[in-house]
Structure formats: C-alpha cells, structure tokens
C-alpha cells in the first residue's frame, strides 16, 4: 500500500473520531480498553476464557485485567470450549454478564450446542422470564500465518441462528464502542475480532465509555458511481479499492456492515439507490456466506435501482490453505478493484 492510499484508508476509519488529543491505540487495545471501562462501570460483568488471567490471552487483548479485577471476575477456564459456552449461559441466566472468549473461531464448534440450543433460545423458552446477556468473543479470519483450524471466517454460521447478534469490527474505535454496546445488549452476542488486523492500524479512541449502535452500518466513505460493502478485516481492501477507483475517476461509497446478523439493509438499500452498482467483499467462503443473503435482499428489495448485476469478491469454497497459499485465498484490493471496473462498463 503507498503512502497516499495509507493516507485515505486511515482518514476513512477516523471518520468518527473528532478527538485529536486522544492516544491512538490498536484494535486489541480497544478491545481491552473496552472490557475494562465496563468492568468499572458494572460489577456484574466478568470476563473468562482460556489463559485469558494470568497471561492475558494469546493475542494478550485480556492483559492486566486480573490484576485490576481480582480472580473472581476475570476467570482461568480448562481448554474445554464446551464448558466456557455452558457456564457462560448459566452465569448470564443468573443475572451476571459474562464475556468469554474463545481462543481461536476454528475452536467455537464444539461451543455451538450450548450457543445454539440454549443461549439463542433462552428469552423464547422462559417466555421472557430469563434473558442471556452474554458475550462470546472471538479472533477470527486469516492473514498471519497461523495453522489449520485458526484460519477461519465461518460467520455465516451463526447469523443464520435466530437470537443471537453477529457484530464483527473493522478498526480500534468501532471495536472499542460496539464491544461496549455488545456487553450491554440483553441478549447473546457473538463478537468476532479480526485477528489480522489486531495491530495493523492505530487510531485515536477516547476511552469515554460511550456505545456505537448494534444492528447499523457505517458509511466511511461517500461516493456516487458505486457501493462497496464488507466488514472485518476486508474492510481496509475495500477502502485501498475505493482509492485506486477514485484515481480513475470511479466515486466508490464503503459500508461497513458491522453487524452482520441482524442487517441494516435500510442503509445498504440507500447507498444502492444512489449507486445503482453493489461489489459486496468477504474473504469467507463464497456459497451461503453472507455477501448472498445482501445480494439477495437487494434483489428482492433493490433490483429497480440496480444498473448492474450485484457482484461478490469472496473467499473460495475451500479450507482456507496453510500460509504458503492463504493470500492466493484472501480477496486482494486488485480483485475488488477489477470487479468495480467490469461494473461500469453496464450503462
């Protein structure tokens, strides 16, 4: 990336922060500076997971918080998924609000009956009575050279479970705000930290305690000729695409959908009826992902305002390969940008 595009990807993610005097930080920092402002502000959160205590976990986005909080409310669990997604569910039916981690998403599965069949269904099945307000953290995605099963963006997965948000960051302040905004929610939330840019980029975030909204896209960027949407990681590619189209003379508008389940299809739906052209980019695989679920609402919602086939820039219907080949897997800013191209070229 050259020094100009850095320029204005950096620019787009500070578009909510006005604070120049306020330290810039990385994603795992917000994370931490998160967990910890809502530690202080209610004793009934607690943090758990695996080496998440003493050693701050193994992206250290846990670090220091033990000695803060006491071993009592930041927790040391066995390596048994099964059983932080169990006690988590119990502690949150209980009145307290745990936010457990999950080392690795390649890790989750074996957490997915006590996600799926209890969590998800907690509200339904006491008619009200009890609620789960729990959060499942999770470093997911690839991009640095991990080994098998810590590789994957398998989202999709849980945003096609009814009563559970799937909300996904793109940078230190969206991290910092919506992991806040997660702790408080009064249901499950499934919160995906893109480990590939865990410290790839810093950028100012006030530690001010203040929530961004769930279930609510962000525009970082305006543009006229087309939309680009994504989330996660994909998001710095897409707003690097979106400045190498501008040099061309192509206005590329970039949402950051950050909540992947439920969507904010009101703001996509906007943003195309202004476009009239939609890349939707996602490095996870491309069938039944949900970069499809956004192409087929737009069609069923959209297809007047559309001068052109939605198109996707996805990852492959493959595991995701060891890291010889992974960046041959990872959507690059040259596909999304010849994508966008191949897009004008309908009039």
């Known amino acids: 990336m050259n020094d100009a595009v850095k320029d204005a990807v950096i620019s787009s993610l500070n578009k909510q922060s006005s604070v120049d005097s306020v330290k810039s930080v990385t994603l795992v920092e917000a994370v931490n500076m998160a967990l910890a402002s809502e530690m202080r502000r209610d004793a009934d959160v607690v943090i758990l997971g695996e080496d998440i205590a003493v050693n701050g976990g193994v992206f250290r986005t846990t670090a220091n918080l033990q000695k803060e909080f006491g071993n009592k409310r930041v927790l040391d669990t066995p390596l048994a998924e099964t059983l932080i997604a169990g006690i988590t569910v119990g502690m949150a039916s209980q009145g307290l609000k745990p936010v457990a981690e999950i080392q690795f998403m390649g890790f989750i599965y074996a957490a997915m009956e006590q996600i799926i069949s209890h969590a998800s269904r907690l509200r339904n099945r006491t008619r009200g009575r009890l609620s ?176 052109a086939p939605v198109v996707r820039v996805t990852g492959y219907d493959t595991i995701m390969p060891y890291f010889r080949n992974e960046q041959h897997y990872l959507p690059s800013t040259a596909m999304i940008v010849e994508a966008a191209q191949k897009l004008m070229s309908y009039q």
């Not at 009563?163 to 995906?192: C, E, H, K, T």
């Not at 389940?261 to 890349?279: E, F, H, N, Q, Y």
Request: hydrophobic share 45%; net charge negative.
């Open 132 to 307: 789960c307000p729990l959060v499942i953290r999770a470093p997911f995605g690839g991009g640095i050279h991990a080994p098998e099963h810590h590789c994957e963006s398998t989202e999709a997965l849980f945003a096609h479970i009814p009563g559970i948000r799937v909300v996904i960051p793109s940078s230190p302040l969206r991290a910092y705000g919506l992991l806040l905004a997660a702790i408080r929610n009064p249901d499950p939330v499934i919160f995906l930290e893109p480990k590939r840019i865990y410290r790839a980029v810093s950028q100012p975030v006030p530690d001010n305690g203040e929530a961004l909204p769930l279930d609510t896209c962000f525009t970082l960027r305006e543009g006229s000729d087309m939309t680009l949407i994504s989330w996660g990681a994909m998001i710095h590619e897409t707003l690097e695409a979106a400045t190498r189209l501008a040099e061309a003379n192509i206005s590329a508008e970039v949402i950051d959908v950050a909540t992947i389940s439920p969507l904010d299809m009101d703001t996509i739906c906007a943003s195309v009826a202004k476009t009239g052209r939609c890349v939707i980019v996602h490095e996870a695989a491309r069938s039944n992902g949900v970069g499809g679920e956004i192409a087929a609402c737009l069609a069923e919602q959209s297809l007047f305002d559309l001068k």
